[in-house]
């Protein structure tokens, strides 16, 4: 059984500030999506990464995948406000039309002004 | 862009009551539609994974005769939540497959339905 675990759980960071959000997860994959969720609301699609090596860049946001480590990263550059949301990993062991995702278990994340 | 639409966004009934869910793809077919539930704080799981004309395939766990999925046409899938109780009370979202890569994911995810069971 596929597990996706997200590193932290919960995140508080100063404005201006880096830092970076890890996936991990169990089996081998080489299709992993990034995802926003505000309160109360549905997903945001941020990033598809599809191959070993994969960066993808979208303002302050930057998103990688290391499929040998079974590992992405989400990079916050200089954070702001307006980033203040849950961001959620997602495996897909699928393929396009058959899409089978296992969502990580979420990262929290405040930005204190 | 594609757009998927999911209908109520929110939703009260009482216990034993049935409720019933529609997720739209607006301007793409799709062939495959998927349902999660996510409980607050929680990830998403997904529940089951709904195929137009033919049955749809539950994970392990969830209820087939519970949560009914019909998926009739290559735009709607339905998703009804038959003799609700307190504990199916969740965010329930959609979404939909258009079977290639548009964007940030292959796949669009409808805004949710918060179900509250009381």
């Known amino acids: 059984e596929l597990k996706v675990e997200q590193n932290p759980l919960f995140l508080s960071m100063q404005e201006g500030k880096n830092y970076t959000i890890y996936c991990n997860y169990s089996?081998?994959?080489?299709?992993l999506y990034w995802y926003r969720q505000d309160p109360g609301k549905s997903l945001e699609s941020l990033f598809v990464?599809?191959?070993?090596?994969a960066v993808k860049q979208e303002g302050r946001l930057m998103a990688s995948l290391d499929t040998k480590a079974r590992l992405s990263t989400l990079h916050i550059t200089a954070a702001v406000h307006d980033l203040s949301a849950t961001y959620f990993c997602?495996?897909?062991?699928?393929?396009?039309?058959?899409?089978?995702?296992?969502f990580g278990t979420g990262t929290r994340l405040t930005i204190i002004p | 862009g594609a757009v998927v639409s999911q209908h109520p966004s929110w939703v009260i009934c009482k216990s034993g009551t049935s409720v019933k869910i529609e997720c739209r793809s607006l301007?793409?077919?799709?062939?495959?539609m998927f349902w999660y539930r996510q409980f607050p704080k929680q990830s998403l799981m997904l529940m089951a994974t709904?195929?137009?004309?033919?049955?749809?395939?539950?994970e392990q766990g969830v209820e087939k005769d519970k949560f009914l999925i019909n998926h009739a046409s290559l735009t709607l899938s339905t998703l009804t939540v038959t003799s609700a109780h307190p504990e199916d009370s969740s965010f329930y979202i959609c979404?939909?497959?258009?079977?290639?890569?548009?964007?940030?994911?292959?796949?669009?995810f409808g805004n949710g339905t918060r179900l509250t069971v009381t």
């Open positions: 979404s939909a497959s258009r079977g290639d890569l548009v964007g940030n994911s292959p796949l669009h």
């Open positions: 089996t081998t994959s080489d299709r």
């Open positions: 990464l599809l191959s070993n090596g």
């Open positions: 997602a495996v897909d062991q699928g393929s396009f039309g058959n899409e089978k995702l296992t």
């Open positions: 301007d793409f077919q799709a062939t495959t």
């Open positions: 709904s195929n137009e004309g033919s049955k749809a395939t539950y």
